[in-house]
């Protein structure tokens, strides 16, 4: 019997996202997936490194905006990632849509191959579905329902020779940071089913998440080593790798607090700082540097002061 591996195209990046797999990307509701995806589907066109790895580039890739409207959602990603010429389908800018079709939550997974073929995709190419949730079974707190849809999703990506990269969103961050999910994936919206039954589980997640002045992206697959990136936001708001704060700054910000140990707020550390000149992004990361160092004490929010030595 013919498996998933068995066609002539090779995997778009070696073990972590195989050809014929589908993929999940989560994160909370205006991280970034989009804009993070938008520039990795580019660099899979283009060939570019992705994250230190070397992509197979794919012949076809193909969009599937379900929750906005083109123009405004994902086009502008596409756009700015230099990647505007994209195949997509819109359900919302689509006037033949109705969304009354989707009722049927046993008939969704027939409505996402319908437009998964109105690209006229090319064997070997990537489709992303941004969001997937509401195609997987109607309920995403139904394992069972979930698994059938992936099941589902598996059989239209062999019969298409596609593979599939599908966003998810995140709701169960808790409130105390001592009592975060182990595993990223853990928050995911919904049923367990979304990783049991999927390929490479991703995670974006965002600084006041982490606690840190930076973004990280987790990918986990099944067969390759997880690996954590950490990432910030360019003037565009794409995403590019995160580069911290460096000595001299951390040294400039150091430098702005007396030596005794009064209380110096962050707004004043700015305006000092503008001088150097530093912008107040910068202040901020040499100040996360400082403080995990135990050179700099944060007193309470905006506040900081000086660690003195004897």
């Known amino acids: 019997m013919q498996d998933e591996h068995s066609t002539q195209h090779p995997d778009p990046l070696g073990l972590v996202f195989t050809h014929g797999s589908l993929n999940f990307i989560a994160g909370a509701a205006g991280t970034g997936k989009t804009a993070l995806l938008a520039d990795?589907?580019?660099?899979?066109?283009?060939?570019?490194?992705?994250?230190?790895?070397?992509?197979?580039?794919?012949?076809?890739?193909?969009?599937?905006?379900?929750?906005?409207?083109?123009?405004?959602?994902?086009?502008?990603?596409?756009?700015?990632?230099?990647?505007?010429?994209?195949?997509?389908?819109?359900?919302?800018?689509?006037?033949?849509?109705?969304?009354?079709?989707?009722?049927?939550?046993?008939?969704?997974?027939?409505?996402?191959?319908?437009?998964?073929?109105?690209?006229?995709?090319?064997?070997?190419?990537?489709?992303?579905?941004?969001?997937?949730g509401v195609f997987l079974g109607g309920n995403?707190?139904?394992?069972?329902?979930?698994?059938?849809?992936?099941?589902?999703?598996?059989?239209?990506?062999?019969?298409?020779?596609?593979?599939?990269?599908?966003?998810?969103?995140?709701?169960?961050?808790?409130?105390?940071?001592?009592?975060?999910?182990?595993?990223?994936?853990?928050?995911?919206?919904?049923?367990?089913?979304?990783?049991?039954?999927?390929?490479?589980?991703?995670?974006?997640?965002?600084?006041?998440?982490?606690?840190?002045?930076?973004?990280?992206?987790l990918w986990h697959p099944h067969m390759a080593p997880p690996e954590t990136f950490p990432l910030e936001r360019d003037a565009q708001g794409l995403f590019v790798p995160y580069v911290g704060a460096d000595r001299a700054a951390c040294a400039h910000v150091t430098a702005l607090f007396p030596d005794n140990a009064n209380d110096m707020p962050l707004g004043i550390l700015v305006e000092l700082a503008e001088a150097i000149p530093l912008s107040r992004r910068t202040v901020l990361r040499a100040l996360q540097v400082l403080v995990e160092e135990g050179t700099i004490e944060k007193v309470r929010h905006g506040v900081y002061r000086r660690v003195l030595t004897h």
């Open 140 to 217: 995403l707190n139904d394992y069972d329902g979930c698994a059938v849809a992936c099941m589902e999703i598996r059989v239209m990506l062999r019969e298409r020779d596609l593979t599939m990269f599908s966003t998810a969103h995140t709701s169960k961050m808790k409130a105390d940071k001592r009592e975060r999910y182990l595993r990223p994936q853990d928050a995911i919206l919904g049923s367990a089913a979304q990783y049991a039954y999927g390929d490479t589980q991703c995670y974006l997640a965002a600084p006041d998440e982490l606690g840190k002045p930076y973004y990280a992206f």
């Open 40 to 132: 990795l589907l580019n660099r899979f066109r283009t060939g570019e490194p992705i994250f230190g790895h070397t992509p197979t580039r794919v012949a076809d890739i193909g969009v599937i905006a379900a929750d906005r409207h083109w123009k405004t959602g994902a086009g502008l990603w596409f756009g700015r990632a230099g990647f505007p010429d994209v195949k997509y389908y819109s359900m919302l800018d689509d006037p033949k849509f109705d969304p009354r079709s989707l009722r049927k939550r046993w008939e969704r997974v027939d409505r996402l191959t319908e437009m998964v073929d109105r690209l006229h995709m090319q064997p070997g190419g990537i489709v992303l579905v941004d969001p997937g």
